[in-house]
Each structure stands twice: as C-alpha cells, then as structure tokens.
C-alpha cells in the first residue's frame, strides 16, 4: 500500500527524476530499455529510450514477466547502461530501481532470479497500516495530497558524492554506519555474511524467512498512527 507514492517520494526528495513500470507476462525486454525506430526522413535508424532512463524506476510486480524481460534488469542495475543492436547508452546517475513483487505461491509469477535478487539492496515488507492511518492516507489524497507540497532535501550530485564517499571510507578502513550496525549482535533480523548459511537453518527456511546467502534481509516495518 502506498509504494508509488513511497517511490514518488523519494524521487522529489532528491530531485530527481521518476519512471514506472507494469511488467506483465506480454512484456518485452524492449518495453523496457528501448527500441530502435527507423526514422523515413533520415533513413536512419533512431533510439527511442525506454522507461528505464530515470534516476528512479520502480517496476510494479516484477515476478510477473518472463524471466527473459526480468534479464533485461540486469545490465542496468549492475552496469548503469543498456546495450541495444550492439550500442551502449548510459543511464542517468544516479539510478536505483524499487521493485515490487506478487505472493510467489501466486499463479502466472516466475521466481527471481539469485543473480537479480544480489543486486537489490534490502526487502521491505511494509504491510498494512491501522484503520486510523488509512482514513488518514484518505482524507491527505483527497484533500491536500502531500507530493503537491514536498520540496526536495537533497540533490541528485550530493547522492553521488555519499556513494562515492563510501568505497573511499572503506578503503580507508572506517567502517560505515550500517555495516556498524549489521555488525552487532543485537540488530535484529541481522543478514548473515556474504556466502554463509545461517547458523542452524537450512537455506530453503532461511529464503522462507526472508533471509538468503545472496546477503539481503527483510526488514518488516510496524504501522504506526
């Protein structure tokens, strides 16, 4: 509940720019990077961009498509380009992709793949908020949306400077933060380490409990009023 406007969010908070995609099963991996146009005036062959050129994109059920328009991701979310007839084009930085998908006991969903699940950062399960908090969201979208009136924080230069101050401090041997935190015993839902099972838990149980060797962990938030 709420994810576009959680992603639209986002994206204004960082003045940046936003996209949105509905993968269904008749999806093409071209509906998603783009698609070569021939161009009569020209006789040239022009590119059109697709939905995939935004600093922000979030993609609504994403287990729905083929994992052949899945793949179509991969190149972007590891490369930050789209290869099309053989010609490289970059995408916007900085870019990230908000993802969602459907219950995988559902019908017409296809299982992502461990290649594209390493590449997202963390899994959210947000749920659904009180009956106060809905009749909230109700009278905020009809009567004064908040998206209409959010100013942006930050810049989409200053996101770049924090990631690229990341590996320097890493480098340095400063540990950041989150890891600090990942680090602690005491954090609950704590991700295991890179290529270790947990301890105690086979894999298929720690995937059940949204915890893989991929890394990512699913971090559930409590509605509040």
Request: aromatic share 6%; net charge neutral; charged share 25%.
């Amino acid at each position: 509940m709420g994810k576009t406007t959680l992603a639209k969010a986002l994206a204004r908070s960082i003045d940046c720019s936003f996209s949105r995609l509905q993968f269904t099963p008749d999806l093409l991996p071209s509906d998603v990077t783009g698609v070569n146009v021939f161009n009569q005036r020209s006789n040239e062959f022009e590119f059109r961009p697709g939905p995939v050129f935004a600093n922000l994109l979030l993609v609504d059920e994403i287990n729905r498509a083929s994992p052949k328009t899945q793949a179509a991701l991969l190149e972007c979310m590891q490369e930050d380009q789209v290869t099309v007839d053989g010609h490289s084009y970059e995408l916007g930085r900085p870019f990230m992709v908000i993802a969602t998908q459907n219950p995988v006991e559902y019908e017409g969903t296809y299982p992502l793949p461990e290649a594209q699940l390493d590449r997202f950062t963390m899994r959210l399960a947000i749920g659904y908020p009180p009956l106060a908090g809905e009749a909230r969201m109700l009278t905020e979208q009809t009567v004064d949306p908040p998206l209409e009136t959010l100013e942006p924080v930050a810049t989409g230069g200053e996101v770049l400077e924090l990631m690229e101050r990341g590996p320097r401090d890493l480098r340095r041997g400063e540990p950041q933060p989150v890891r600090r935190r990942a680090a602690s015993p005491d954090t609950p839902g704590r991700a295991p380490v890179r290529g270790r099972k947990p301890a105690g838990r086979n894999r298929s149980a720690s995937r059940r409990e949204g915890e893989g060797a991929c890394g990512w962990t699913r971090i559930t938030s409590s509605p509040t009023t």
